[in-house]
């Protein structure tokens, strides 16, 4: 692990952001750690400086748009805008599905960057991908804090992190008896 996923460790365990126990992460599957991003997130000196880590590899992308979805990529999203001066705008739940709301559109061939916190199996960034395409959009990258597949995980747009990890995941029938032997949680994303 060089220095800056150190420090970006640090400030996920220093903001009590990284647990551990037995969580059902968004996906449905199980895991005995769990990035709770709301808590480092309500520390903004903490967000400035995980954005700042990230900005040198945004550096080479054309994007004037920032979209996160919600509920987790809410506050690094607009911090990244911020930072790189581009409009911001957010996609959120609607019969479990992402949709933009509030009368957000894109123009078109808008470059966007997608830009979410904890990315596990991919789901709501696929989601994302498609919204912007549907929307005349051009989605350019995925940005996000922590990449759970170790950077497994493949899409047809680049995709940044700054940490990457690989903790066990579980489907619900096939939970190793040590962790089913702890209260679930399932602390929201």
């Not at 992460?25 to 400035?48: E, I, K, N, P, W």
């Not at 880590?53 to 990244?80: D, H, Y």
Request: with cysteine; charged share 20%; hydrophobic share 45%.
């Amino acid at each position: 692990m060089d220095s800056q996923q150190q420090e970006v460790l640090d400030i996920f365990k220093n903001t009590k952001a990284l647990l551990t126990g037995h969580f059902v992460l968004r996906s449905g599957l199980h895991s005995g750690h769990y990035f709770q991003c709301a808590q480092v997130c309500q520390r903004m000196d903490a967000v400035t400086r995980l954005t700042e880590l990230m900005l040198p590899q945004l550096a080479a992308l054309k994007f004037t748009t920032v979209l996160a979805p919600a509920m987790g990529g809410l506050v690094i999203g607009q911090e990244v805008a911020r930072q790189t001066n581009s409009r911001y705008i957010f996609a959120e739940k609607e019969n479990d599905r992402l949709v933009l709301r509030r009368g957000f559109k894109f123009a078109p061939g808008e470059g966007v960057l997608i830009v979410e916190d904890v990315v596990t199996r991919g789901g709501r960034v696929l989601e994302s991908i498609e919204i912007v395409k549907a929307g005349g959009g051009v989605p350019v990258a995925i940005a996000m804090l922590v990449d759970r597949s170790a950077g497994t995980l493949r899409f047809d747009i680049p995709a940044i992190s700054l940490l990457e990890l690989s903790f066990p995941t579980y489907p619900a029938d096939q939970v190793p008896p040590a962790l089913a032997a702890i209260p679930v949680e399932k602390p929201g994303s």
